[in-house]
């Protein structure tokens, strides 16, 4: 209750009880406030409910607005092993890879090793629901399959109350490439370009730049395609994004589908100055998109980091603490999307991103300067963060050429990354804050 965005909101309700599945994951009781409150619609928002069909349908039936795709769409993409058959009946390419039909564990187990053996190593065994690097094994030997599918599936089955998984050949060195997509209520689906998201750590991204460095004009159009033929094949509506792998030749293939606004969008509404919320909003109130395909530019270039609370140095674990100094970078071309602010707790009940860092300039040698400048102007003191671990990425060699893959960290900091000892400026700087908060909670 006394969180950033209660505070900045013009009226607010407490969900009452304690935890994830009695709050922010009771869908019964979010529409009941609704219905309460004389709410006409409901946004879901990044995770928790965006991507559950039965919370949506449970929305329409209340009689109020689901600002997202229809629920059928969800579960579509949502379920990765009919997502794939969809695509393939599409025409959209695929990752090589099976889908696994069996209900009998055993069975199971052994027609994912049977399957290894044709696919061939290194492979991923992948849950078919979910998403957030959840339920996902990397295999480089036959004789891990069977551990690896047992231990995708327990995970799979905790996080996401389904436990079926399917294989696909690891591309390697491959870069995660996913394209924006805007549809309405009239069949018109344009796309707005692509975002690289390839920097991750654990399947999940650290860093984000739109335009990609290696997407030419014809690969955009041709991924632009792919990805509004994906959106058409499943009656899709609103803001969604089709995510691909590209290989070192320039080949693509489908990987999934967020149905739901990303975390990253910014950088998106950066370089095409469209406001993705908006057209979201709009979509959902039937309104037909008001520009086409060709009204779509790419003008400059757009990085996002992901500020965590976590220690890259000790294998990017979460970090706990109080923010007893936050100070974010501020000035033209800088964009900082939050949840916190000074004197706020981070606890382990929740996703430890405490924002997101975006810069626009003019060219991606323009972004990267910008980029560097505002990390080392983002002063947060109270609990570890990535924030230099940030700065060495963004300044690496590679990177600054454009050469990043899903490998990036792995090949670069494969035996950790180290921290170096802080100035005699911050020691003092964090000596004074601490001071000053135990001075205020006397």
Same mark, same amino acid.
């Given at each position: ?36 409150? #004389? ?93 957030? #690097?959840?339920?996902? $094994? ?5 004789? #891990? ?8 599936? $327990? ?86 994004? +089709? ?72 294998? &990017? ?13 501020? #000035? ?7 949840? +916190? ?17 975006? +810069? ?28 230099? &671990? ?53």
């Amino acid at each position: 209750k006394d969180s950033l965005f209660v505070e900045m909101a013009d009226e607010s309700i407490l969900l009452e009880g304690t935890g994830l599945a009695q709050t922010y994951l009771n869908g019964e009781q979010i529409i009941s406030i609704a219905l309460k409150n #004389g709410v006409h619609a409901i946004h879901p928002g990044f995770g928790f409910l965006s991507e559950r069909s039965d919370f949506a349908n449970a929305v329409n039936s209340a009689g109020l607005v689901w600002v997202g795709p229809p629920a059928q769409a969800i579960d579509s993409m949502g379920d990765k092993m009919t997502a794939r058959r969809l695509m393939r009946q599409a025409g959209v390419p695929v990752i090589p890879g099976e889908e696994i039909n069996e209900s009998d564990p055993e069975k199971e187990l052994a027609a994912i090793h049977e399957a290894s053996q044709r696919i061939g190593l290194p492979l991923m065994i992948k849950a078919s629901a979910g998403g957030g #690097g959840k339920g996902m $094994r990397m295999v480089s030997e036959f004789s #891990g399959v069977r551990g690896a599918a047992q231990a995708a599936r $327990r995970e799979a089955e905790a996080a996401f109350g389904d436990g079926r998984v399917y294989i696909e050949k690891m591309l390697t060195s491959s870069r995660h490439i996913e394209i924006q997509i805007l549809a309405d209520s009239f069949s018109n689906v344009i796309h707005l370009g692509e975002r690289e998201c390839s920097v991750q750590r654990r399947h999940q991204k650290v860093l984000e730049e739109a335009p990609s460095p290696v997407v030419s004009e014809g690969l955009r159009a041709q991924m632009g395609a792919a990805a509004v033929n994906a959106a058409k094949a499943v009656f899709y509506e609103g803001a969604g994004t +089709v995510e691909f792998l590209v290989t070192t030749h320039g080949t693509f293939h489908f990987l999934e589908m967020n149905t739901r606004i990303q975390v990253e969008h910014p950088i998106t509404e950066c370089v095409t100055g469209v406001d993705l919320v908006v057209e979201q909003f709009r979509i959902a109130a039937g309104l037909p998109l008001n520009r086409e395909q060709t009204d779509i530019s790419i003008n400059g270039h757009s990085i996002e980091v992901r500020i965590y609370a976590e220690s890259p140095a000790s294998g &990017f674990l979460p970090a706990t603490g109080t923010l007893a100094r936050w100070q974010a970078p501020e #000035g033209p071309g800088v964009r900082v999307d939050t949840g +916190v602010r000074q004197g706020d707790e981070v606890t382990p009940s929740y996703d430890p991103m405490l924002a997101k860092l975006i +810069v626009h300039a003019s060219d991606r040698n323009a972004a990267i300067r910008r980029m560097r400048r505002a990390l080392s102007e983002f002063v947060i003191l109270g609990t570890v963060t990535n924030v230099d &671990f940030l700065q060495d990425l963004i300044q690496h060699p590679s990177f600054k050429a454009g050469r990043t893959s899903t490998d990036f960290i792995a090949e670069h900091w494969g035996n950790g990354w180290t921290e170096q000892a802080p100035s005699i400026d911050i020691v003092l700087a964090v000596a004074v804050a601490e001071a000053s908060g135990m001075q205020r909670n006397k």
